[in-house]
């Protein structure tokens, strides 16, 4: 067991370490769409492994292995991984765990509020614009969402950066981009390593409705420039939780829109889908091996009755 938890917790690094270069290689929209699961999986995966460790040193307590119907005595002294090992995966799973709970409750929250405050202006799908002086422009994130833009951002730009701006809202709106965001911050938070994977991925979702953008309206350097004025009256008032025009790298995505790079998809995906084989290969021989444990255990606990 040893080996396959070492090559789950390597896979994990070693996607922890190239997920930021897979998300500037692919495009991103497929690196969005490949390396979201793939870092939930990762963080799946950790969690599993960790839990195995954890409770090979649990299930080494008389009343829980009387529970159980195994034999603490066997279990421990077949037990693969060190008890201080084991305690370290015990207290990581309850770190991890709290901050994911606190995680899903803000996010749970900042999303009813939005809905609550924006969710039934308008009809579905519909534009909706608020009397307020605030440049803004968001997606709203519920099944009928809505583009939400404030007066002030629409004084902000020309007509033609308005068409810009809502086509990019539009981006977001049609591929619910709201929810893509959840689920890397999700990873990111229950799985800290994956962090800066996080980051360049909440910037392959702005730069995919900016490429959505830039095919509609078929003027780059129109949606670059209205991203970078919009950027520029928008930066005294940060929204993190909503996909908004300006949320990601402003300069990258500008940068990105006038100098776009080129994607290498093949080594990419070739890359993580050896990672993911390795990750998954190593989970599977955890529980395999883990089951063994418990079912010697369980025999011998049968012998001694």
Known sequence: MIIALVVV?????ACACCGPWLSRTLRPALAVRLLTPSGLLVTAAVWFTAAVAAFTWIGQDAEIAALGAWSAQALRSQAPVPWPVSAAALLALAAAGSRTTVFLIRRVRAMRAAHRDCGRLGEPGSLVVLD???PDAFTTPEATG?????????????????SALLAHEGSHLSHRHAWWTVAVDLAA???PSLTPTARTLRNAVERWADEDAAA???????IARALARAALARQRY?????PAATGGDVPDRVRALLDPPTPRRGPAVVVLALL????TLGAATVQHQGERLFERAEIAH???G
């Open 302 to 304: 049968s012998q001694r």
């Open 132 to 134: 307020t002086e605030t």
């Open 276 to 279: 993911v084989a390795a990750l």
């Open 238 to 242: 940060p929204r993190d939780v909503l």
């Open 189 to 191: 938070t229950a799985n």
């Open 216 to 222: 509609r309206l078929g003027d780059r350097r129109l």
């Open 9 to 13: 917790l390597t896979s994990a690094v």
């Open 146 to 162: 809505r583009i939400v833009v404030t007066r002030g951002m629409l004084r902000a730009l020309a007509a033609d950066e308005r």
